[in-house]
């Protein structure tokens, strides 16, 4: 049985880190592109940022953020957990949302995080962050 699975949502302060992780099982972890997207209330997901296993590192770049996070949040992965993280850090009120992870075969990351509401083929249910002002 394939199962993503969040955890690490909180609330915090705005300026404040917070680490998610996406637990991984059920499938090819290597074969992958795993994605973090949040959606906030009254609005659309939106991807936040990729990482891709080692056999999508010929479709491109590995990692890859959208721009509304980029240089405040990191995304890694342990292939032996097979857990993704994301390191949120200087985190502001426009950052609270319900926060996702999902997975896609194959997948190269710049599709993941460019493309409006991508396919992806399996999704976790989500954990929330809250960051107060």
């Known amino acids: 049985e394939v199962q993503l699975v969040e955890s690490g949502g909180a609330l915090v302060q705005t300026g404040g880190s917070l680490r998610l992780s996406c637990a991984a099982s059920?499938?090819?972890?290597?074969?992958?592109?795993i994605g973090w997207f949040r959606q906030a209330p009254g609005k659309e997901r939106e991807a936040v940022s990729c990482?891709?296993?080692?056999?999508?590192?010929?479709?491109?770049?590995?990692?890859d953020y959208s721009d509304s996070v980029k240089g405040r949040f990191t995304i890694s992965s342990d292939a032996t957990k097979k857990i993704v993280y994301l390191q949120m850090d200087s985190l502001r009120p426009e950052d609270t949302a319900v926060y996702y992870c999902?997975?896609?075969?194959?997948?190269?990351?710049?599709?993941?995080?460019?493309?409006?509401?991508?396919?992806?083929?399996?999704w976790g249910k989500g954990t929330l962050v809250t960051v107060s002002s």
């Open positions: 990482i891709g296993g080692a056999a999508t590192s010929s479709f491109g770049d590995l990692i």
């Open positions: 059920g499938f090819s972890f290597d074969q992958y592109a």
């Open positions: 999902a997975a896609d075969l194959l997948s190269p990351c710049t599709v993941v995080v460019r493309t409006r509401d991508p396919r992806m083929d399996y």
